[in-house]
Protein backbone atom coordinates (compact mmCIF):
# COMPACT_ATOMS: atom_id res chain seq x y z
CA UNK A 1 0.00 0.00 0.00
CA UNK A 2 1.29 3.53 -1.13
CA UNK A 3 -0.10 6.08 2.18
CA UNK A 4 0.61 9.78 1.42
CA UNK A 5 0.89 11.75 4.54
CA UNK A 6 0.24 15.43 4.86
CA UNK A 7 1.93 16.34 1.47
CA UNK A 8 2.75 19.64 0.84
CA UNK A 9 4.91 20.96 -2.37
CA UNK A 10 4.83 24.58 -3.48
CA UNK A 11 7.08 26.10 -6.32
CA UNK A 12 7.75 29.96 -5.34
CA UNK A 13 4.42 31.18 -4.12
CA UNK A 14 2.58 28.47 -6.15
CA UNK A 15 1.40 25.62 -3.72
CA UNK A 16 0.82 22.69 -6.62
CA UNK A 17 0.24 20.04 -3.34
CA UNK A 18 -1.80 21.00 -0.33
CA UNK A 19 -1.38 18.98 2.29
CA UNK A 20 -2.34 16.13 0.82
CA UNK A 21 -3.54 12.77 3.28
CA UNK A 22 -4.93 9.21 0.85
CA UNK A 23 -4.37 5.73 1.00
CA UNK A 24 -3.79 4.14 -2.76
CA UNK A 25 -4.79 0.55 -2.09
CA UNK A 26 -2.16 -2.44 -2.92
CA UNK A 27 -2.92 -4.95 -5.58
CA UNK A 28 -5.98 -2.42 -7.52
CA UNK A 29 -5.70 0.39 -10.09
CA UNK A 30 -6.07 3.22 -9.34
CA UNK A 31 -6.72 6.75 -11.92
CA UNK A 32 -5.74 9.86 -10.82
CA UNK A 33 -7.77 12.91 -12.70
CA UNK A 34 -7.67 16.34 -12.59
CA UNK A 35 -7.90 19.66 -14.80
CA UNK A 36 -4.34 20.65 -16.06
CA UNK A 37 -1.98 22.31 -13.35
CA UNK A 38 -4.31 19.97 -10.78
CA UNK A 39 -1.10 18.37 -9.60
CA UNK A 40 -1.15 14.78 -10.74
CA UNK A 41 2.60 15.40 -12.43
CA UNK A 42 3.88 16.68 -9.23
CA UNK A 43 2.22 14.33 -7.02
CA UNK A 44 3.79 11.16 -9.22
CA UNK A 45 7.23 12.74 -9.30
CA UNK A 46 7.48 12.86 -5.69
CA UNK A 47 6.56 9.40 -5.30
CA UNK A 48 9.20 8.78 -7.76
CA UNK A 49 11.75 10.88 -5.28
CA UNK A 50 12.46 13.16 -8.58
CA UNK A 51 10.39 16.20 -6.96
CA UNK A 52 11.64 16.74 -2.80
CA UNK A 53 8.52 17.88 -0.96
CA UNK A 54 8.13 20.82 1.43
CA UNK A 55 5.98 19.04 4.19
CA UNK A 56 4.76 15.42 4.54
CA UNK A 57 6.24 11.87 3.99
CA UNK A 58 5.21 8.96 1.64
CA UNK A 59 4.52 5.92 2.78
CA UNK A 60 5.45 2.51 0.49
CA UNK A 61 5.01 -0.94 1.87
CA UNK A 62 5.17 0.65 5.64
CA UNK A 63 8.56 2.47 5.29
CA UNK A 64 9.10 6.00 4.50
CA UNK A 65 11.11 6.77 1.22
CA UNK A 66 12.91 9.92 2.82
CA UNK A 67 16.19 9.85 2.05
CA UNK A 68 16.08 6.34 0.75
CA UNK A 69 16.26 5.32 -3.20
CA UNK A 70 16.14 1.85 -3.10
CA UNK A 71 12.31 1.60 -3.26
CA UNK A 72 12.47 2.75 -6.47
CA UNK A 73 13.43 -1.14 -7.24
CA UNK A 74 9.64 -2.08 -6.95
CA UNK A 75 8.47 1.04 -9.41
CA UNK A 76 8.12 0.52 -13.21
CA UNK A 77 7.24 4.01 -14.53
CA UNK A 78 6.36 5.20 -17.96
CA UNK A 79 6.14 8.75 -18.22
CA UNK A 80 3.88 10.82 -20.88
CA UNK A 81 7.23 12.02 -22.59
CA UNK A 82 10.39 9.93 -21.83
CA UNK A 83 13.55 11.21 -22.28
CA UNK A 84 16.23 8.89 -23.90
CA UNK A 85 20.27 8.89 -25.43
CA UNK A 86 18.84 9.84 -28.84
CA UNK A 87 22.02 8.05 -30.09
CA UNK A 88 21.18 4.86 -28.36
CA UNK A 89 19.56 1.71 -30.31
CA UNK A 90 17.09 0.00 -28.43
CA UNK A 91 19.06 -2.89 -27.92
CA UNK A 92 21.98 -0.37 -26.48
CA UNK A 93 19.05 1.10 -23.89
CA UNK A 94 17.64 -2.06 -22.35
CA UNK A 95 21.60 -3.37 -21.83
CA UNK A 96 22.15 -0.08 -20.47
CA UNK A 97 19.17 -0.07 -17.83
CA UNK A 98 19.69 -3.33 -17.17
CA UNK A 99 23.36 -2.58 -16.15
CA UNK A 100 22.13 0.15 -14.04
CA UNK A 101 19.75 -1.91 -12.04
CA UNK A 102 22.29 -4.74 -12.04
CA UNK A 103 19.34 -7.06 -13.16
CA UNK A 104 20.02 -10.66 -14.86
CA UNK A 105 16.61 -11.64 -14.98
CA UNK A 106 14.23 -9.67 -16.82
CA UNK A 107 10.93 -10.08 -19.01
CA UNK A 108 12.48 -8.42 -21.45
CA UNK A 109 12.22 -10.36 -24.47
CA UNK A 110 8.88 -11.38 -23.97
CA UNK A 111 7.72 -7.84 -23.29
CA UNK A 112 9.68 -7.45 -26.85
CA UNK A 113 7.28 -9.96 -28.88
CA UNK A 114 4.07 -8.58 -26.98
CA UNK A 115 4.96 -5.09 -28.10
CA UNK A 116 5.98 -5.62 -31.47
CA UNK A 117 9.00 -3.97 -31.92
CA UNK A 118 11.54 -6.62 -32.85
CA UNK A 119 12.46 -4.63 -35.80
CA UNK A 120 13.08 -2.06 -33.87
CA UNK A 121 15.85 -2.65 -31.81
CA UNK A 122 18.84 -1.78 -34.00
CA UNK A 123 17.63 1.37 -34.77
CA UNK A 124 18.21 4.55 -32.98
CA UNK A 125 16.18 6.24 -30.70
CA UNK A 126 15.86 9.43 -32.46
CA UNK A 127 14.53 7.82 -35.68
CA UNK A 128 11.74 5.52 -33.54
CA UNK A 129 8.15 7.17 -34.17
CA UNK A 130 6.36 8.37 -31.46
CA UNK A 131 3.96 5.06 -31.18
CA UNK A 132 7.45 3.06 -30.90
CA UNK A 133 9.02 5.41 -28.29
CA UNK A 134 5.79 4.74 -25.96
CA UNK A 135 6.44 0.85 -26.50
CA UNK A 136 9.86 1.31 -25.33
CA UNK A 137 8.78 3.13 -22.95
CA UNK A 138 6.31 0.48 -21.97
CA UNK A 139 8.88 -2.59 -21.93
CA UNK A 140 11.03 -0.35 -19.46
CA UNK A 141 8.20 0.20 -16.89
CA UNK A 142 7.15 -3.81 -16.78
CA UNK A 143 10.37 -5.72 -17.85
CA UNK A 144 12.11 -5.87 -14.13
CA UNK A 145 8.24 -7.35 -13.13
CA UNK A 146 7.78 -4.61 -10.56
CA UNK A 147 5.13 -4.23 -7.82
CA UNK A 148 3.87 -0.97 -8.49
CA UNK A 149 3.56 0.22 -12.14
CA UNK A 150 2.61 4.24 -12.89
CA UNK A 151 1.50 4.86 -16.32
CA UNK A 152 1.16 8.26 -17.15
CA UNK A 153 -0.73 9.03 -20.36
CA UNK A 154 0.52 5.56 -21.33
CA UNK A 155 -1.85 5.47 -24.47
CA UNK A 156 -0.83 8.43 -26.53
CA UNK A 157 0.65 8.64 -29.57
CA UNK A 158 0.18 4.76 -29.64
CA UNK A 159 -2.44 3.34 -32.98
CA UNK A 160 -5.52 1.53 -31.85
CA UNK A 161 -4.11 -1.87 -32.25
CA UNK A 162 -1.09 -0.79 -29.63
CA UNK A 163 -3.21 0.39 -27.96
CA UNK A 164 -5.78 -1.91 -26.86
CA UNK A 165 -2.64 -4.40 -26.50
CA UNK A 166 -1.53 -2.22 -23.84
CA UNK A 167 -4.72 -1.61 -22.19
CA UNK A 168 -5.30 -5.95 -22.34
CA UNK A 169 -1.72 -6.25 -20.60
CA UNK A 170 -2.47 -3.64 -17.66
CA UNK A 171 -5.19 -6.14 -17.22
CA UNK A 172 -3.03 -8.65 -16.86
CA UNK A 173 -0.64 -6.95 -14.64
CA UNK A 174 -3.24 -6.00 -12.45
CA UNK A 175 -4.49 -9.93 -12.13
CA UNK A 176 -1.24 -10.36 -11.24
CA UNK A 177 -1.68 -8.45 -7.88
CA UNK A 178 0.30 -5.44 -8.92
CA UNK A 179 -0.49 -1.72 -7.74
CA UNK A 180 -1.19 0.41 -10.74
CA UNK A 181 -1.99 4.25 -11.02
CA UNK A 182 -2.94 5.76 -14.23
CA UNK A 183 -3.20 9.07 -15.28
CA UNK A 184 -4.51 10.08 -18.68
CA UNK A 185 -7.45 12.53 -20.14
CA UNK A 186 -8.98 10.17 -21.66
CA UNK A 187 -11.90 9.15 -19.08
CA UNK A 188 -12.94 5.59 -21.06
CA UNK A 189 -9.33 4.69 -20.16
CA UNK A 190 -9.89 5.16 -16.92
CA UNK A 191 -13.03 3.11 -16.63
CA UNK A 192 -11.89 0.59 -18.59
CA UNK A 193 -8.77 0.13 -16.23
CA UNK A 194 -9.15 1.52 -12.77
CA UNK A 195 -10.98 0.38 -9.74
CA UNK A 196 -10.48 3.68 -7.80
CA UNK A 197 -10.36 7.00 -8.25
CA UNK A 198 -8.54 10.18 -6.98
CA UNK A 199 -10.11 13.49 -8.29
CA UNK A 200 -7.36 16.32 -7.52
CA UNK A 201 -8.16 20.40 -8.30
CA UNK A 202 -5.21 22.55 -7.58
CA UNK A 203 -3.43 20.41 -5.52
CA UNK A 204 -6.42 19.66 -3.35
CA UNK A 205 -8.16 15.77 -3.29
CA UNK A 206 -12.00 15.95 -4.40
CA UNK A 207 -12.64 12.66 -4.35
CA UNK A 208 -10.91 9.51 -3.49
CA UNK A 209 -12.81 6.23 -3.52
CA UNK A 210 -14.29 3.00 -5.67
CA UNK A 211 -14.79 5.05 -9.65
CA UNK A 212 -18.40 3.58 -9.31
CA UNK A 213 -19.13 5.29 -6.07
CA UNK A 214 -18.17 8.89 -7.58
CA UNK A 215 -20.43 7.68 -10.86
CA UNK A 216 -23.71 6.89 -8.54
CA UNK A 217 -23.07 10.19 -6.46
CA UNK A 218 -23.02 12.37 -9.48
CA UNK A 219 -25.74 10.32 -10.87
CA UNK A 220 -24.36 10.05 -14.50
CA UNK A 221 -24.10 6.89 -16.31
CA UNK A 222 -20.15 7.15 -17.41
CA UNK A 223 -17.28 8.41 -15.78
CA UNK A 224 -16.38 11.57 -17.89
CA UNK A 225 -19.80 12.78 -16.86
CA UNK A 226 -19.62 12.70 -13.14
CA UNK A 227 -16.10 14.27 -13.84
CA UNK A 228 -16.87 16.88 -15.95
CA UNK A 229 -19.65 17.65 -13.51
CA UNK A 230 -17.18 17.93 -10.66
CA UNK A 231 -15.26 20.34 -12.59
CA UNK A 232 -18.19 22.31 -12.89
CA UNK A 233 -19.10 22.77 -9.31
CA UNK A 234 -15.34 23.50 -8.93
CA UNK A 235 -15.53 26.03 -11.40
CA UNK A 236 -18.81 27.49 -9.82
Avoid: C
Avoid at 124 to 133: E, F, H, K, P, V
Avoid at 158 to 187: C, N, Y
Wanted: net charge neutral.
Amino acid sequence: MIKIKGLRKRFGLLTVLDDIDLEIPAGRATGIVGPNGSGKTTAIKTMLGLVKPNAGDIIIDGESIKNRWDYRRKIGYMPQIARYPENMTVRELFNFIKEVRNAEKTNQEELIRYFGIESELDKRMRTLSGGNRQKVGAVLAMMFDPEILIFDEPTAGLDPHASVQFKKRVHREKEAGKTILLTTHIMSEIEELADYLIFIVEGNIRYHGPMQELIEKQKEQRLEGAVAKMMEEEAA
